[in-house]
T-cell receptor, first 111, second 110 residues
């Protein structure tokens, strides 16, 4: 049990819609990062937030955006959904050592 | 751009065997390297974290080594058990950017 929780666990959207995924970090962890994992692949880094500011970003378009709140929760927003956005979305929280603690993920299906 | 490769992609061994999983990376300017296990449809569970200044870390039957200069890490699992069956992933932290390998799928047969 890592203490990182994600919601919803599963959701289905249609192409062109928008989605918000939520993550509650482990208490005291001031850094959160988000990942996209396609079936059979390793996670792909989307971005990282430290003290409510984005401080690292992977190779994802601007329609992927995020927020981090003072209570250690965060959001991943994806606009104009495409079929290829279907994946498991994972968030991870961390502190100064950099050790990542993951939630169980949100499985997004885009039809 | 950092590239992380894991070999082999899949491995099947009888229970009790010792085994080694490999991870290589192209950019040695890393902050740390971490090993995870992932069960089907689940999140990632942290196994071992090696800081860039360290050479190895141990936890129980697991030992991970890091050779930054050659861009390699290995995960050694001693006396494997069926409960070790999972996908094992390595990840490098390039100072606020993270790169994962595609994993090694391990099956330990009773």
């Amino acid at each position: 049990e890592t203490g990182v929780t994600q919601s919803p666990t599963h959701l289905i959207k249609t192409r062109g819609q928008q989605v918000t995924l939520r993550c509650s970090s482990q208490s005291g962890h001031n850094t959160v990062s988000w990942y996209q994992q396609a079936l059979g692949q390793g996670p792909q880094f989307i971005f990282q937030y430290y003290r409510e500011e984005e401080n690292g970003r992977g190779n994802f378009p601007p329609r992927f955006s995020g927020l981090q709140f003072p209570n250690y929760s965060s959001e991943l927003n994806v606009n104009a959904l495409e079929l290829d956005d279907s994946a498991l979305y994972l968030c991870a929280s961390s502190i100064d050592t950099g050790e990542l603690f993951f939630g169980e993920g949100s499985r997004l299906t885009v039809l | 751009k950092q590239e992380v490769t894991q070999i082999p992609a899949a491995l099947s061994v009888p229970e009790g065997e010792n085994l080694v999983l490999n991870c290589s990376f192209t950019d040695s300017a890393i902050y740390n390297l971490q090993w995870f296990r992932q069960d089907p449809g689940k999140g990632l569970t942290s196994l071992l974290l090696i800081q860039s200044s360290q050479r190895e870390q141990t936890s129980g039957r697991l030992n991970a080594s890091l050779d930054k200069s050659s861009g390699r890490s290995t995960l050694y699992i001693a006396a494997s058990q069926p409960g070790d069956s999972a996908t094992y992933l390595c990840a490098v932290d390039n100072f606020n950017k993270f790169y994962f390998g595609s994993g090694t799928k391990l099956n330990v047969k009773p």
